[in-house]
């Protein structure tokens, strides 16, 4: 296309878009995140921020369930955005602010639709006053031109890659550093023509559609999604204590440290199961231990939606590829998932939800005070027979009131285990978690505090100092994922028949939707994350930032 048809496309765009009817609306612009990148780009320079971020981060808002958590970040965006010495005021009418102070102050749980007038004031100060600006510069051009050749949120090119991870089912897990943040990400790559082969799309689309619908500070984030010719890619944070399987082989932990830890994983399944997905892979080796001494559950390969099929429950095009086929006449019969040794008695007898989640959290207080699973036998079969039949034995070792949570969470009736909602009782989720939280074992855990990231760790709770800049340095030959699929046998496998499977338009359209990116890397690229933003000289007054 010529540079003259380029410019005269760009100003029918700008006509048609700025009356609503073009092909690159507002609506559009907020809709597509890799539109949205562009946009941002152009508030950043224009200093005008805050109405995105407010924007944003109110979408995030929306889909919060639990209780404490919705409270948590009603807070931070009263205090961020609307109170009157708010760092990144919005410039809301008073009336308004004051009506969203005293919900808050009410002590009731605040509505999702607390912050809806807010964001309308935004919205319409985004679309008559900042966007037409925006379609008259440059940014709006150069998205035009994109838009022709097909927007992606992010591609390897962005990516250096430093070394190798891991490896797993699908793929391995390389540590990359983004070329333009300098942030480091493990990047976990899966093969699709190992996906396709082994019928696992359904798999691949649960994992990454739970951790683009999952925010919490206690799970580990994912903020990219992307894919090559040849892999998809999962660009998560990197978790640089590494995991609680091999910090346990310096020694048990202590009971302070233990309920510290097991709080956190309290609060994760909490938002997990609100959200009506099954974690079913709870150990120590994926719970990763970070820098500033808390925990963060990985890897959502196993997760999955609570009904028949699986699926992932989303307004998206990608939730409804995560549905697995079933045969509907032979009822209820789940995949038994996870790892043996941990697996809950009724995840043997392929009908099990969210109690055998609640199972886990008492193995692995076991482990962190022992260092051992008692449950774990030599194969799958001398670990089904201790899950369902050793009369379990705690040592003396074990303080009482951990002995007791351990024991409430072991259950072998799912019914009756810690967790689970008392149905005869009329007891609901929330209150069953109450009541976990209310344990003794808990003592001194203000779980508020905890989730607002306000409490402080137990002594021998290590806290360390980031050591990524100390990086081998790069090379042509070792920056690009074929350089690391050769250390994966099926990897370098799939590598060698590329020649003979090339993958059709069909495979390829099977991938489709599978590209995300996550409202926290605007947030972050904005100067809105809790690290701070832009000094108060240079922000803009109104939501429209002018």
């Known amino acids: 296309m010529s540079v003259k048809s380029n410019e005269n496309l760009r100003r029918t765009l700008s006509r048609k878009s700025l009356m609503g009817e073009g092909p690159i609306t507002f609506e559009d612009l907020l809709s597509n995140r890799a539109s949205l990148l562009i946009f941002k780009k152009f508030c950043v320079e224009s200093l005008a921020t805050e109405g995105l971020l407010f924007w944003l981060e109110v979408q995030d808002y929306r889909t919060v369930q639990v209780e404490s958590y919705l409270i948590m970040l009603a807070k931070k965006l009263f205090d961020k955005y609307i109170a009157a010495d708010a760092p990144l005021g919005i410039g809301i009418p008073s009336y308004l602010r004051d009506q969203i102070a005293s919900e808050l102050a009410s002590g009731r749980k605040p509505s999702p639709t607390l912050f809806d007038e807010a964001e309308t004031t935004v919205y319409f100060a985004l679309r008559y006053d900042l966007f037409p600006r925006f379609v008259a510069s440059p940014y709006y051009a150069q998205l035009v031109n994109q838009k022709i050749e097909q927007l992606s949120v992010a591609t390897m090119d962005d990516f250096d890659l430093y070394r190798f991870l891991g490896a797993g089912g699908f793929g391995m897990v390389l540590l990359a550093r983004h070329r333009s943040t300098k942030k480091f990400f493990a990047v976990k790559v899966i093969d699709k023509r190992i996906i396709i082969s082994q019928n696992q799309l359904h798999a691949i689309f649960r994992e990454k559609e739970v951790l683009a619908t999952v925010e919490h500070p206690f799970i580990v984030a994912m903020r990219y999604s992307f894919q090559t010719a040849d892999h998809l890619c999962l660009c998560l944070d990197y978790i640089e204590g590494g995991n609680m399987y091999v910090d346990l082989m310096r020694g048990p932990y202590s009971h302070e440290r233990a309920a510290y830890y097991t709080a956190q994983v309290v609060l994760a399944l909490e938002h997990l199961h609100s959200l009506d997905i099954l974690y079913r892979d709870l150990k120590p080796d994926n719970v990763?231990?970070?820098?500033?001494?808390?925990?963060?559950?990985?890897?959502?390969?196993?997760?999955?939606?609570?009904?028949?099929?699986?699926?992932?429950?989303?307004?998206?095009?990608?939730?409804?590829?995560?549905?697995?086929?079933?045969?509907?006449?032979?009822?209820?019969?789940?995949?038994?998932?996870g790892t043996h040794g941990y697996r809950a008695p009724e995840v043997y007898e392929r009908d099990y939800g969210k109690p055998s989640d609640w199972w886990n959290v008492g193995l692995l207080v076991?482990?962190?005070?022992?260092?051992?699973?008692?449950?774990?036998?030599?194969?799958?079969?001398?670990?089904?027979?201790?899950?369902?039949?050793?009369?379990?034995?705690?040592?003396?070792?074990?303080?009482?009131?951990?002995?007791?949570?351990?024991?409430?969470?072991?259950?072998?009736?799912?019914?009756?285990?810690?967790?689970?909602?008392?149905?005869?009782?009329?007891?609901?989720?929330?209150?069953?978690?109450?009541?976990?939280?209310?344990?003794?074992?808990?003592?001194g855990i203000d779980f508020d505090k905890l989730l607002a990231g306000e409490a402080t760790p137990p002594a021998d709770v290590e806290t360390k100092s980031s050591s990524l800049e100390m990086q081998r340095t790069l090379n042509a030959e070792t920056n690009q994922i074929d350089y690391f699929c050769q250390m994966v046998d099926y990897m370098k496998t799939s590598m060698d028949m590329r020649s003979t499977w090339i993958l059709k338009p069909d495979d390829q359209a099977t991938f489709d939707d599978f590209d995300f990116v996550s409202t926290k890397v605007f947030e972050e690229d904005l100067g809105g994350g809790d690290g701070g933003g832009r000094p108060a000289a240079k922000r803009s007054q109104s939501a429209g930032g002018h």
Do not use: W
Not at 318 to 328: L, N
Not at 371 to 381: F, H, T, W
């Open 366 to 443: 076991v482990e962190m005070l022992t260092c051992a699973n008692p449950l774990r036998g030599e194969n799958r079969k001398a670990s089904e027979y201790l899950t369902k039949y050793k009369e379990l034995t705690l040592p003396e070792s074990i303080r009482e009131d951990a002995q007791s949570l351990v024991y409430a969470f072991l259950h072998r009736n799912a019914n009756q285990r810690l967790g689970t909602p008392r149905t005869s009782e009329g007891e609901t989720e929330p209150q069953a978690i109450s009541r976990v939280k209310a344990h003794r074992f808990f003592r």
């Open 288 to 337: 990763l231990l970070a820098i500033d001494g808390t925990i963060k559950l990985a890897d959502m390969g196993a997760a999955r939606g609570i009904s028949v099929d699986g699926t992932i429950a989303g307004d998206s095009h990608s939730a409804r590829k995560t549905a697995k086929a079933v045969d509907e006449s032979r009822g209820r019969r789940m995949t038994i998932t």
